[in-house]
């Protein structure tokens, strides 16, 4: 399992170099039949998963309203990076490339097959960020080979032609950072670094159908300011701004709101007080956003807040049994996060204003819940048994409740 190698955190740091041409996506489909993860029952008794043994789990109180299905443990290692686009789950993959990720397939849970939707035609690549909103798929290639570059590649529906959005220049003096991304129909927002004509600048950019031309939303110079983490509803987008000290050595961390007009984006609006605002989402119920401890880098664990537009004051979420999170998710009703504690899996329910849990495994931390991600009602998160020799990791997916209901009805 590449785990180790790149993970959400780590892929924001990563460069290469620019790729050639790429091809349509091609059909296909790879033979890995899904695993349905059968539950406990209320007593919490251990059920077992064909593919990784028995679990040891507890079960909490939202485990009644899922059915987990997962995704077999021969192709799960083989995949990098794994998102939900709220109809299906997304991953990258090399099933023939020891060392690299470059290829795009979707699990679409009515089928469970895992479907090749991209090949890419440089074999030395991988796809480090990934995601979407159902048929409009957005992910970023580049090598592994330590070249200056990354692409970011946009498929505005199903069968579609990739578009070639953004790539780095080129330039060893532009930062290398891969970008972070949101799709939400109509609109797609990015971040990206360029150089200008007085040197590296740090990017806010954003398309619409049915042209998905670039346009920028702002621009910094990279040694004063960043931009990062955009989460798009509609013709809004939420994003964070990291600015540097004259010195560089600190930085405060602000999140704004800016609407998409037929002309333009208009002024934004500055919604945290602290100073240390990132990684904001937005969704029908609100913004949300995390904060890192004063004098952590905004990709350490943080807590979650959730904004009051009526007060105009954010106020800390709940989100135990987890005091630290990290790269939230947002989704049409919960959000999601990678918890501190990886034995412990809870989701925080924006319509019942409460965090619910799903399950707990023992403490030993021999069993654990890595890197979940939410869309739509679609939850998606990487499961993995120490127990086992060799480990087992496999990735796993949950319809959720949608709003307004107990149980999910898929799509």
């Given at each position: 399992m590449r785990i180790a190698q790149v993970t959400a955190l780590a892929a924001m740091v990563l460069?290469?170099?620019?790729?050639?041409?790429?091809?349509?996506?091609?059909?296909?489909?790879?033979?890995?039949?899904?695993?349905?993860?059968?539950?406990?029952?209320?007593t919490g008794a251990a059920s077992a998963v064909p593919s990784a043994g028995p679990d040891d789990v507890t079960l909490l109180e939202?485990?009644?309203?899922?059915?987990?299905?997962?995704?077999?443990?021969?192709?799960?290692?083989?995949?990098?990076?794994?998102?939900?686009?709220?109809?299906a789950v997304l991953l990258s993959a090399g099933l023939d490339e020891p060392e690299a990720a470059p290829d795009l397939y979707r699990v679409l849970p009515a089928s469970g097959q895992p479907e090749l939707i991209w090949r890419n035609p440089h074999r030395d690549h991988s796809l480090v960020n990934i995601g979407g909103e159902f048929n409009r798929v957005a992910f970023v290639d580049m090598p592994i080979?330590?070249?200056?570059?990354?692409n970011l590649w946009f498929i505005p529906d199903e069968?579609?032609?990739?578009?070639?959005?953004?790539?780095?220049?080129?330039?060893?003096?532009?930062?290398?950072?891969?970008?972070?991304?949101?799709v939400y129909y109509p609109t797609i927002a990015w971040t990206a670094f360029d150089i200008g004509p007085l040197g590296p600048v740090s990017q806010l950019l954003y398309a619409q159908w049915p042209t998905w031309e670039p346009r920028l939303i702002a621009e910094s110079p990279a040694a004063e300011a960043e931009f990062w983490f955009p989460s798009v509803l509609g013709f809004s987008v939420v994003y964070s701004k990291l600015i540097y000290s004259e010195d560089g050595s600190s930085d405060e961390r602000h999140v704004y709101r800016v609407q998409l007009g037929a002309d333009g984006p208009l002024p934004p609006m500055?919604?945290?007080?602290?100073?240390?605002?990132?990684?904001?989402?937005?969704?029908?119920?609100?913004?949300?956003?995390?904060?890192?401890?004063?004098?952590?880098?905004?990709?350490?664990?943080?807590r979650m807040f959730t904004w009051d537009p009526e007060s105009e004051t954010a106020d800390l979420l709940?989100?135990?049994?987890?005091?630290?999170?990290?790269?939230?998710?947002?989704?049409?009703?919960?959000?999601?996060?990678?918890?501190e504690d990886a034995t412990a899996f809870s989701v925080y329910d924006l319509e019942r204003d409460a965090v619910r849990g799903i399950l707990r495994y023992p403490a030993d931390r021999q069993q654990l819940v890595l890197r979940p991600h939410i869309a739509g009602s679609l939850l998606v998160w990487l499961y993995v048994d120490h127990r086992a020799s060799p480990e087992i990791s496999e990735i796993r997916y949950s319809w959720m409740p949608s709003a307004g209901g107990d149980r999910m009805d898929p799509p």
């Open positions: 460069g290469g170099v620019v790729a050639c041409g790429v091809t349509a996506p091609p059909s296909g489909s790879p033979s890995a039949d899904p695993v349905i993860v059968p539950i406990p029952d209320s939202l485990a009644d309203e899922m059915e987990v299905a997962s995704i077999s443990a021969e192709f799960s290692a083989g995949v990098l990076e794994h998102a939900s686009t709220g109809s080979t330590g070249e200056i570059a990354w069968g579609a032609d990739p578009i070639l959005l953004d790539r780095h220049p080129g330039d060893p003096a532009v930062p290398t950072y891969v970008p972070s991304f949101s500055r919604l945290d007080a602290s100073g240390m605002a990132t990684m904001p989402l937005m969704n029908q119920y609100g913004i949300l956003w995390k904060e890192a401890d004063p004098g952590f880098n905004m990709l350490n664990w943080g709940d989100t135990s049994p987890q005091e630290y999170v990290n790269f939230p998710s947002i989704g049409e009703r919960f959000a999601a996060w990678w918890g």
